[in-house]
């Protein structure tokens, strides 16, 4: 995935979490349900992005 999908991604975890460091830990931390990836390494496609995006937590 292109530079624009991590920044969407970035900005999107920081809305979600309110925190730039818990936005951070999110994005570097392995998640069970990407199967142990960390999101930040999870996003190739678009659709991957769409997928790490709807385990954040909602607004």
Not at 13 to 39: E, I, M, V
Request: with cysteine; aromatic share 4%.
């Amino acid at each position: 995935m292109g530079r624009h999908g991590g920044c969407r991604m970035t900005s999107a975890t920081n809305t979600a979490f309110r925190d730039p460091a818990r936005s951070q830990l999110f994005l570097n931390s392995a998640h069970p349900k990407l199967a142990g990836r960390r999101p930040i390494e999870a996003c190739g496609t678009e659709a991957d992005l769409r997928v790490v995006l709807a385990h954040l937590p909602k607004s």
